[in-house]
């Protein structure tokens, strides 16, 4: 089992809790919900962007890994074409993920859902 870091941790929470645990594209609730990247986490420049992750259940997590066009297909329609483009421009960006950092991006999502459990309707913002 791979240690996952604060950030990752609470990051992925948030887009979960966003999606009210509900998977983006089938809409089922009754699975495992997976925080999905659209680009890789390689790319730290929007490895915890939350316009560059959605919530998917397991099984739509891994029919989208093994078919990436059928993943940026329905990512067109659903966010549409700006949004991809947006994010096309903001990945490019060099980002140093330091442990300061990455210690600032986790209290800020563990205070957005925190922010999120206590008001109905709040929407969290990224931290970049
Ligand atoms: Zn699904």
């Not at 067109?76 to 990455?102: D, S, V």
């Not at 210690?103 to 999502?109: D, P, S, T």
Request: hydrophobic share 30%.
């Amino acid at each position: 089992m791979i240690k996952r870091e604060a950030c990752d941790k609470w990051f992925s929470d948030v887009v979960r809790e966003k999606a009210n645990y509900t998977c983006e594209h089938c809409k089922k609730t009754d699975s495992r919900m997976e925080c999905a990247h659209i680009y890789g986490r390689r790319l730290k420049s929007v490895r915890w962007s939350l316009d560059n992750a959605v919530c998917l259940c397991h099984w739509c997590h891994r029919d989208f890994t093994e078919n990436p066009l059928k993943f940026v297909e329905w990512l067109n329609q659903y966010f549409g074409e700006g949004h991809m483009e947006i994010l096309r421009e903001k990945q490019r960006a060099i980002f140093k993920a330091t442990p300061e950092i990455k210690k600032e991006i986790a209290k800020h999502y563990r205070e957005e859902l925190k922010a999120m459990g206590e008001n109905e309707g709040y929407e969290p913002r990224s931290y970049n």
